[in-house]
């Protein structure tokens, strides 16, 4: 079965510090990728896919930056933090193109920028 | 603009009173719908996928339907067990996109 992990569960970060999340998949492969922020009380928002390695699209163009450099590895980041990127992040996976498959989600990373 | 829109935002239901939840889209070439339980401070969890219009999937209380414009998700004789947020959301053909709507946060009392 396949299994998809997020690390870190909670983090706490100043303004201007550095940021990286990362997502990894288990128990399958070349799998499409994706990246979303959730506010408090809000939808999904879309931020970054990603068909294959090294292949990131940019749905929201802002301070942060995606990067794949594994086929199950998804990784998220920023060189200086905002206030505003503050939020729920959560990764999710289907299988590749072409499939009318489901999109299943990450535990989440919760962020709090300070 | 493609779009989708649930409705209500929030719903307080009494345990055992049957209510449904609405997910209405404006949206060109659909090739799927999915609905899914979140629990707070959780990543959401996939409950059904609706390929085409005339379908219906049944999982425990819940059922989901899919017209050419919207899903209902009905919840039959809920349980407080049964709060959370329900999000909706459809995938496009062409695009390896999904757009969410803002769900429906749903508060069952004993």
């Known amino acids: 079965s396949q299994t998809i992990h997020q690390w870190p569960a909670t983090l706490v970060q100043p303004v201007g510090s550095p940021l990286s999340l990362e997502c990894t998949v288990e128990g399958t492969s070349n799998p499409n990728l994706y990246w979303y922020r959730q506010a408090a009380g809000r939808g999904l928002q879309l931020l970054f896919y990603?068909?294959?390695?090294?292949?990131i699209s940019s749905e929201v163009p802002q301070n942060l930056s995606a990067s794949r450099p594994q086929d199950r590895q998804f990784i998220l980041s920023s060189k200086k933090l905002l206030l505003s990127d503050s939020g729920f992040y959560l990764c999710a996976w289907t299988r590749g193109a072409g499939s009318t498959d489901t999109q299943y989600f990450g535990p989440g990373t919760r962020l709090t920028v300070l | 603009e493609d779009q989708v829109t649930q409705s209500p935002e929030a719903l307080r239901l009494q345990e055992g009173e049957s209510s449904s939840l609405n997910c209405s889209y404006t949206?060109?070439?659909?090739?799927?719908l999915f609905w899914y339980r979140q629990d707070p401070g959780k990543g959401p969890e996939f409950l059904f996928t609706?390929?085409?219009a005339g379908e219906e999937k049944e999982k425990e209380r819940l059922k989901a339907t899919l017209t050419k414009k919207e899903s209902f998700l009905h919840i039959t004789a809920p349980k407080p067990e049964d709060s959370a947020t329900y999000l909706c959301?459809?995938?496009?053909?062409?695009?390896?996109?999904?757009?969410f709507g803002s769900g429906t946060k749903l508060n069952v009392k004993p």
């Open positions: 959301a459809v995938a496009l053909y062409n695009f390896n996109k999904f757009y």
């Open positions: 990603s068909v294959g390695i090294g292949q």
């Open positions: 949206v060109s070439g659909l090739r799927g």
């Open positions: 609706l390929y085409s």
